[in-house]
């Protein structure tokens, strides 16, 4: 069956009548219905929107996704290659929680890791969730917002060491169907955490993984946010990211997309308070007839805001990766220090990047760079490596893998480091695991 | 060391090759035994560097006649990849940086590679670190270096000395040096020419391509060649080295 784009949209908001009741609170309902009617006037984006002009989204209105019904049952063994060792675990499969996959032993005093539904009551949660995420402006946003069934709530007041993974797994069942991973976490003033938001399938049926996280960094707060997209090669994935920082907040993010058809992510950081720093740190590993998408959204809001960007797409075969990243100095944000770095490696004739780095600056106090580059192998590089006694495959893969080691390097847990290291190896020398 | 009547490594003959459609190489003809030490000699544009090039196997330069052969075997009919493997080496003159890729990482790569190339077993991080520490002392590097990616950030120097660590790690029976005393102080040129010294055996041979007679007076060549207009236009014994420093190139070309 293949449907039209409108036809597509209209599955996805009759969900809504079949969905089971789950847990609930008033405020969330009241977001609810607007979340619902919003997304009914919004409809999916069209090729039309300046945000949305390179991502063809064809592939994905073609199929009819329905809810997920029943909770699929799934062993620790089936999970057991994604998960970090140490890490305090939130596991969610096909968005629902799953609580004896999970393990929270880790979280000492002041951290909360847990269930979105079970803390519908908790005023933080009330007070945070949906008011960052523009789910009146953004469809996937909306449509989340209003069928998500759980999500993670992370809270931390005071320092955590072990990492909280939050790790989305999609089952896929007989027809495709759509699932709404969701998360909320809020960093209290002059508290650490490190956060990996990992979101992977379990085998390559087709479903839509439509998710939305939310952050709010409060004064002086520090967070390491990793955001690993390894979903299955038939799924899509379309992810937003809202990221609120305080007065000298340190935001730092890497943000992997090796997996998936066709991969959005969107995320939005705004500088709310003086002095924070955010790091943003992205690469798009993709090969196949794979898309994958990045458009990330810099708001310097406040004086002498710091932020450093590095962006790399790695493209082979026929396939299509975008980056778009704007950064906007606001009237009065001064003393703003910001370097942005688009830089791409594209390894067939078929493959495509686009790369759109973009400066907006409303005030004159300000350090603006950036640039882009897009190259293929270096060929001095090659030979040298030839003449070393590489084959030619294995010189390729060694640079490939080099490239896109600088971002790899910089997540801040050693064994992601070392496992997402071998995926992309496997995926560069064409090996899927 | 000459010796007549040891094995022939490299033997070239009237080889023609060319750059983007221009004839640079015009009949070159050379033959190299092991033992022995040689040197090309000539101005910027006579075609040394592109003779190093085209016997490594530079996918840019295009072999249009004449032949080589390595050992016996027919050099343009194997890839790079198989040249450097039968036992061929060039030290860059202008070494590339690999970001990401650790200098300790590559040359293990590179070592097994050959190894395994030739039947023998690999060797594990841990065996091949023992291996390295030896073979960096031959070019007096600190160890800080095996863990930096490729000649990333490396001094002019620094990236030559790595050229001839290469060289020690992978005992290549033909080590061609291109320019490898160009940005060299005096201090690293000692170095460098002590390293290739110690590699030096009656078993294997060394070309060095270079511009000025400097790096002779370190390693002692068996042969100088003086390379004009794509051709060797002169062979002698090291002393050719010194009239040329002494006279310049003009006189030979004038004779020629």
Known sequence: ?433 | MINKESRILLEVKNLKAEVAGVEILKGVDLTIRAGEVHAIMGINGSGKSTFSKVLAGHPDYTVTGGSATFEGRDLFALAAEERARAGLFLAFQYPVEIPGVSNSALLRLAYNTLQLDRGLEELDPLEFDDLVQEKIKVVEMNPSFLGRSVNEGFSGGEKKRNEILQMAVLEPKLAILDETDSGLDIDALRIVAKGVNSLLSSDNAVVMVTHYQRLLNYIVPDYVHVMDGGRIVRTGGKELALELEARGYDWLRAAA
């Not at chain 1, 945000?51 to 620790?76: C, E, G, M, N």
């Not at chain 1, 523009?134 to 069934?149: G, M, R, S, W």
């Not at chain 1, 390894?230 to 994935?237: G, T, V, W």
């Open chain 1, 1 to 433: 069956m293949s449907l039209t784009k409108e036809q597509c949209f209209d599955q996805l908001l009759r969900s809504h009548d079949v969905k089971p009741e789950g847990k609930s609170a008033g405020w969330l309902e009241q977001i609810r219905v607007e979340a619902l009617a919003s997304a009914g006037a919004l409809n999916f984006p069209s090729a039309k929107q300046d945000d949305w002009r390179f991502t063809d989204l064809s592939s994905l209105f073609q199929h009819a996704f329905y809810p997920v019904d029943s909770i699929a049952s799934v062993k620790l063994a089936d999970i057991e290659k994604f998960l970090i060792p140490d890490a305090i675990r939130l596991v969610f499969i096909d968005g629902c929680y799953a609580a004896g996959l999970s393990d929270l032993k880790r979280a000492g005093s002041g951290v909360t890791v847990t269930s979105l539904a079970e803390r519908l009551g908790d005023l933080r949660v009330e007070e945070n969730f949906g008011r960052h995420a523009p789910y009146k402006q953004d469809a996937f946003v909306a449509l989340n917002t209003n069928f998500f069934e759980d999500g993670a709530w992370v809270h931390v007041s005071g320092e955590i060491a072990a990492p909280i993974h939050i790790l989305h797994v999609a089952t896929c069942r007989d027809a495709p169907s759509a699932i709404y991973p969701r998360c909320l976490v809020v960093i209290e003033p002059f508290s650490r955490a490190t956060v990996v938001e990992d979101y992977a399938g379990l085998n390559d049926g087709i479903y839509f993984s439509n998710a939305v996280t939310e952050v709010v960094m409060k004064d002086h707060a520090q967070l390491q946010h990793v955001r690993v997209q390894r979903e299955e090669k038939n799924a899509f994935h379309v992810g937003h990211g809202s990221v609120k920082l305080g007065t000298g907040s340190v935001y730092a993010a890497t943000s992997l997309a090796f997996g998936a058809r066709v991969s959005r992510h969107t995320l939005h950081v705004i500088q709310n308070g003086e002095g924070a720093e955010m790091h943003l740190d992205g690469l798009a590993l993709i090969a196949g007839r794979q898309i994958a998408d990045t458009h990330t959204l810099i708001d310097h809001a406040a004086p002498r805001g710091r932020s450093v960007q590095l962006h790399k797409c790695i493209a082979d075969g026929a396939a299509h990766a975008i980056f778009s990243g704007k950064i906007i100095v606001h009237v009065g944000a001064v003393g703003t220090d910001s370097v942005q770095s688009s830089r791409n490696l594209l390894l067939s004739d078929k493959a495509h990047i686009d790369t759109q780095p973009q400066l907006e600056i409303f005030n004159d106090d300000v350090s603006c760079k950036h640039g882009a580059a897009i190259g293929q192998i270096d060929l001095d590089a090659l030979f040298f490596l030839k003449s070393r006694g590489l084959t030619e495959e294995r010189a390729r893969n060694l640079l490939t893998h080099a490239f896109a080691a600088e971002i790899i390097a910089k997540i801040p847990v050693l064994s992601l480091v070392e496992s997402l290291g071998r995926t992309i190896l496997d995926r560069i020398s064409g090996v899927r695991t």
